[in-house]
T-cell receptor, first 113, second 113 residues
Framework: NAGVTQTPKFQVLKTGQSMTLQCAQD?????MYWYRQDPGMGLRLIYY???????DKGEVPNGYNVSRLNKREFSLRLESAAPSQTSVYFC????????????FGQGTRLTVV | EDQVTQSPEALRLQEGESSSLNCSYT??????LFWYRQDPGKGPEFLFT???AGEEKEKERLKATLTKKESFLHITAPKPEDSATYLC??????????????FGTGTRLLVSP
């Protein structure tokens, strides 16, 4: 029962570097999400994909891009990392038709120096 | 604006000492309220979904209740393994018709033996 798998678990980047966070789910869910979690801020939605082939901006999309590669995979790309993007990133998935709750991955802890 | 406020920020209990966590919310048309548990270094783990005022859900030592403006997570006779951060989220509709989760900042619970 893998659920939602995120890679990598930890990453340190230098300012200006780029990287892609990977997320895959094996629950056949239609919707996928990327959140960031910062102390005192709660989880904030970066981008979401309601279904395969569609993506939309959430609350804090600046500095990020996403790709819904197929139904299983949803990646988050930082084109030019900034210290303000230091955070813990969570991917989640949900099947709106059957169960309303979202299932989360274990997170990627990203530090930008 | 959709908003979720959780209190207290942190709570320290002795084993067996019952208490409640609060989640107050403002949302345009509640479509579900969710409780999650988050352990350090892990992703949020789903606990309960509540849909309408008066509804209650139970799981082991936890009971969630819902009114028109707030939800409570009651913890009866807690054990040290109940120590975690408890997150509350509401499901809100965005103007595209998509439904997003709005999270509170959580309550950090520590249960001492």
């Amino acid at each position: 029962n893998a659920g939602v798998t995120q890679t990598p678990k930890f990453q340190v980047l230098k300012t200006g570097q780029s990287m892609t966070l990977q997320c895959a789910q094996d629950m056949n869910h239609n919707s996928m999400y990327w959140y960031r979690q910062d102390p005192g801020m709660g989880l904030r939605l970066i981008y979401y994909s309601a279904s395969e082939g569609t993506t939309d901006k959430g609350e804090v999309p600046n500095g990020y891009n996403v790709s819904r590669l197929n139904k299983r995979e949803f990646s988050l790309r930082l084109e030019s990392a900034a210290p303000s993007q230091t955070s813990v990133y969570f991917c989640a998935s949900r099947d709106r038709a059957s169960r309303p709750e979202a299932f989360f991955g274990q997170g990627t802890r990203l530090t930008v120096v | 604006e959709d908003q979720v406020t959780q209190s207290p920020e942190a709570l320290r209990l002795q084993e067996g000492e019952s208490s409640s966590l609060n989640c107050s919310y403002t949302v345009s048309g509640l479509r579900g309220l969710f409780w999650y548990r988050q352990d350090p270094g892990k992703g949020p783990e789903f606990l309960f979904t509540l849909y309408s005022a008066g509804e209650e859900k139970e799981k082991e030592r936890l009971k969630a209740t819902l009114t028109k403006k707030e939800s409570f997570l009651h913890i009866t006779a807690p054990k040290p393994e109940d120590s975690a951060t408890y997150l509350c989220a509401v499901q809100a509709r965005v103007n595209t018709g998509f439904q997003k989760l709005v999270f509170g900042t959580g309550t950090r619970l520590l249960v001492s033996p």
